[in-house]
Nanobody, 116 residues
Framework: QVQLMESGGGLVQPGGSLRLSCAASGIIFRIYDMAWHRQAPGKERELVARITSGSSTNYSDYVKGRFTISRDNAKNTVYLQMNSLKPEDTAVYYC??????????WGQGTQVTVSS
């Protein structure tokens, strides 16, 4: 089995920053794409950012220029640095990874709240 464990969420004021982490644990042969998605109340889950095993990245237009996704393949961990946060960034953030031996898996989510 494999687990994805997110951390780093919390309450932050508008304009502030947070760094999310997501670590994969278990018997892992290879991880392909890793990504962050988010779901705000009453809305569908949406892609925030994605990073390939070769570290190519793509971002949602809503976060481009403010968020940065990165990964540490040795630690099976993906990060999301979030700067200039806005109230509309408030959501549960989910980590997703595509594993060679497990397919696509999701983390349990971490709450990010941007409010004064």
């Amino acid at each position: 089995q494999v687990q994805l464990m997110e951390s780093g969420g919390g309450l932050v004021q508008p304009g502030g920053s947070l760094r999310l982490s997501c670590a994969a644990s278990g018997i892992i042969f290879r991880i392909y794409d890793m990504a962050w998605h988010r779901q705000a109340p009453g809305k569908e889950r949406e892609l925030v950012a994605r990073i390939t095993s070769g570290s190519s990245t793509n971002y949602s237009d809503y976060v481009k220029g403010r968020f940065t996704i990165s990964r540490d393949n040795a630690k099976n961990t993906v990060y999301l640095q979030m700067n200039s946060l806005k109230p509309e960034d408030t959501a549960v953030y989910y980590c997703n990874a595509l594993f060679l031996n497990y397919g696509s898996r999701w983390g349990q989510g971490t709450q990010v709240t941007v409010s004064s």
